[in-house]
């Protein structure tokens, strides 16, 4: 099994920062792609940025320019730096990795796993 936790969300007024981070632990073989996702009350979960193992990132525009996705491969980790803030970034932000396991019989297969949220508020 392995488990993702994230940490760094809370309160900031608008044009702060704040710094989300998630970590993986558990029978981890390796982690293809991590991202970071939101989801806004009565709105749908979007994407905000992606990450490969090799370091390319892609962001959604609604945060270019604004948001830095990162991840350190040695500690299985991927950081979200969130600056100059809007109140309308206000949401739960979950992570998500792609990580190879070994399964039962031996083999390796990719599954995904999602990170409990945590909460972003952008508001005076």
């Known amino acids: 099994q392995v488990q993702l936790v994230e940490s760094g969300g809370g309160l900031v007024q608008p044009g702060g920062s704040l710094r989300l981070s998630c970590a993986a632990s558990?029978?981890?073989?390796?982690?293809?792609?991590m991202a970071w996702y939101r989801q806004a009350p009565g709105k749908q979960r979007e994407l905000v940025a992606t990450?490969?193992?090799?370091?390319?990132?892609n962001y959604a525009d609604f945060v270019k320019g604004r948001f830095t996705i990162s991840r350190d491969n040695a500690k299985n980790t991927v950081s979200l730096q969130m600056n100059s803030l809007k109140p309308e970034d206000t949401a739960v932000y979950y992570c998500?990795?792609?990580?190879?396991?070994?399964?039962?019989?031996?083999?390796?297969?990719?599954?995904?796993?999602w990170g409990q949220g945590t909460q972003v508020t952008v508001s005076s």
């Open positions: 998500k990795m792609v990580v190879v396991a070994r399964t039962a019989i031996g083999n390796y297969r990719e599954y995904d796993y």
């Open positions: 558990g029978s981890i073989f390796s982690i293809n792609s």
């Open positions: 990450i490969t193992r090799t370091g390319s990132a």
